[in-house]
């Protein structure tokens, strides 16, 4: 049962949606950048205009409401707001985020805002990016300048949107900007940067206002007992979801090492025996700042994998079977992971509130010759994983909300406009939006409270 005031609603990113990449007084992004560089991105899409959001955002806002969506999450992009990433504030991109909030309350509709979606300042990332050891500062400055611009209609913020993914695939040898291929140190290095700028922040924020809820969206991998009928099984899929070091130096998408210093003070001592040298000098001191208390859990859930116990308790991994379900980029299907990563949360980190802050599948969508967008694959896949949430809460799990990923198709970064993720569709060419089938479905979905899953 979903309680009376569950947030439903729906996730965007700046970069993404917005277009107007030059406009305004914006500076650029790495991401900016990125996508000017031959061959980085699939056809050479880029973000330049992308679903034009930065004009049309009147229109979505109205689609928004005809959905009947509780909550939306966007990010700001902190080059509207700075276009050096810290220094000289640009008015009109503070105007623009003005303008969209408005409209969003004028709805009815609570505002989930991220201050980062990986569109990092490029003037920043000369400076050596999350490696300098006064990042920390730039992005609380920034925190600071967003809450005090926004912070008495916004009462939701998300520091940062899955640091796993900007880190790893930036900087670990992905193909996301700005693409480099650091060594475990630095990597070590940043990711401690990064958390202590998720510290620093919700410091700077609730200076301003003392009423905010403040939260963080990671990610990573989840594991999901292949019997929930076996305590055995949910031990295993639980100690793998929480453990950092395999032996390996990769630490990337763990979920463990990206939470615990924030949740609880201290970093998970799996990875510690491996990873401790390179942290930076005074990391001990800085577990105070970094653990300063937020009010709720973000997860961004797509999929995870299935493991039991074998005959003395330890992992067996569960090989998927030809022609199991996945999406159209080819991720696996699995809405047991969405109740298992909510029902771990809560057992790792006490009674926090969760929102999933994403969770949703990429398809090959068309227009039709009837002029409508069916998608009967993303409803089935929604269907699914919204009937396991609902259980996770049956369970005792503290989920406040969820935001499926994404109200439009989208850039979706490396991959270009290919993959659509959106529950309503974006005709790139001529900028018009059409609700798919899955939209209308997830209206009545909110509508009836989830009483009908
Ligand atoms: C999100 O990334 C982004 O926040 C969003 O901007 C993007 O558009 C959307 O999803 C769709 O891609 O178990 O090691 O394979 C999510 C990306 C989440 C993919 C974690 C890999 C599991 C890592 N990822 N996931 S692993």
Redesign the pocket.
């Known amino acids: 049962m979903f309680s009376k005031d569950f947030v439903w609603g729906a996730?965007t990113?700046a970069y993404?949606i917005e277009g107007g990449a030059y406009e305004d007084g914006k500076g650029l992004s790495i991401w900016d950048t990125f996508c000017q560089r031959p061959g980085k991105i699939q056809a050479s899409d880029t973000g330049d205009v992308a679903c034009d959001s930065y004009h049309r955002f009147k229109e979505d806002v109205a689609i928004m409401k005809e959905l009947g969506l509780k909550g939306y999450r966007f990010s700001i992009a902190w080059t509207r707001i700075l276009p050096n990433g810290t220094g000289e504030v640009n008015q009109k991109g503070i105007d623009y985020y003005n303008a969209l909030i408005d409209e969003l309350l004028a709805n009815g509709i609570e505002p989930f805002v991220t201050l980062f979606?990986?569109d990092y300042p490029n003037e920043l990332f000369y400076k050596g990016a999350w490696l300098n050891a006064e990042s920390p500062d730039w992005f609380a400055e920034y925190a600071r300048i967003c809450a005090k611009a926004f912070g008495d209609r916004v009462k939701n913020f998300i520091t940062f949107?899955?640091p796993?993914?900007f880190i790893?695939?930036g900087f670990d040898g992905g193909g996301h900007a700005p693409s480099l291929n650091f060594g475990v140190r630095e990597l070590i290095r940043m990711a401690h940067h990064v958390m202590l700028a998720h510290g620093k922040a919700v410091m700077a924020m609730r200076e301003v206002y003392d009423d905010l809820k403040i939260g963080y969206?990671p990610?990573?991998?989840?594991f999901y007992p292949q019997n929930p009928e076996s305590q055995a099984d949910i031990d295993v899929a639980y100690n793998k979801t929480f453990e950092t070091g395999d032996g390996g130096d990769s630490f990337?998408?763990t979920v463990a090492w990206w939470l615990d210093p924030i949740l609880l003070g201290k970093y998970p001592e799996d990875g510690l025996k491996i990873y401790e040298k390179y942290l930076p000098q005074g990391w001990q001191d800085d577990l105070k700042i970094i653990s300063q208390p937020i009010d709720f859990c973000g997860q961004?859930?797509?999929?995870?994998?299935g493991v039991r116990a074998g005959d003395n308790g330890e992992l067996c991994w569960v090989k998927r079977y030809v022609g199991f379900p996945h999406t159209g980029?080819m991720?696996p299907v699995t809405p047991e992971a969405i109740k298992w990563c909510a029902l771990f949360t809560n057992r790792r980190y006490g009674n926090i509130p969760i929102y999933f802050?994403?969770n949703?599948m990429?398809g090959s969508d068309v227009i039709s010759l009837d002029g409508k967008v069916h998608d009967p694959n993303r409803i089935d896949f929604l269907h699914r994983y919204l009937k396991e949430l609902s259980e996770a809460i049956d369970m005792g799990a503290n989920v406040k909300g969820y935001f499926q990923?994404?109200l439009l198709d989208?850039?979706?970064?490396s991959?270009g406009y290919r993959?659509r993720?959106g529950i309503v569709y974006v005709d790139y060419p001529t900028g018009n939006r059409i609700i798919k089938d899955s939209g209308y479905w997830y209206k009545d979905v909110i509508a009836s409270n989830g009483e009908n899953l």
Do not use: P, R
């Not at 990610?219 to 989840?222: A, K, L, N, R, Y």
């Not at 989208?410 to 970064?413: I, K, M, S, T, V």
């Open positions: 996730a990113a993404q979606h990986w949107n899955e796993q993914c790893g695939n969206a990610t990573g991998s989840f990337g998408w961004n859930l797509y999929n995870g994998y980029n991720w802050t994403e949703g990429a990923w994404s989208n850039f979706e970064w991959n993959d993720f």
